[in-house]
């Protein structure tokens, strides 16, 4: 499985969702759509949120909010993560080796 599969599997999933979907299942899309991530150079973290590096050769850090630990779609970019690295990541940070447009896409899908 890789990034591709997760993309394609998002693109379907919200073309279906788009015609029907539960209450449940629809407010966890909209608080997964809206929001924020955003890049950071500084150190700081802010409440409520984590930084991950995203990159294969170049990584850039971004801040997210830990309500993405319990979408699917974050959870499926994070065992890439582990079957790349294992548990001992570069930089000893959360690293997610996909290119950083891929992870915007799947991070900003509805």
């Keep these: 499985m890789g990034i591709l599969d ?6 379907s999933n919200s073309s279906s969702s788009s015609a029907s979907s539960s209450s449940s299942s629809s407010s966890s899309s909209r608080s997964w759509s809206s929001a924020k991530v955003r890049q950071s ?5 802010p409440k ?3 930084a991950v590096y995203v990159g294969q050769e170049e990584r850039k ?4 909010p830990i309500s993405f630990l ?10 890439l ?20 447009h ?7 899908s509805s």
């Design 48 to 50: 409520g949120h984590i």
């Design 102 to 108: 891929d992870f915007i896409a799947v991070v900003t």
């Design 61 to 64: 850090r971004f801040i997210v």
């Design 6 to 11: 997760i993309l394609k599997r998002q693109s």
């Design 41 to 45: 150079e500084t150190r700081s973290v």
């Design 70 to 79: 319990s979408n699917p779609l974050f959870l499926e970019l994070l065992q």
């Design 81 to 100: 993560a582990e079957e790349e690295f294992g548990y001992n990541p570069p930089r000893g940070a959360l690293t997610i080796p996909c290119h950083e």
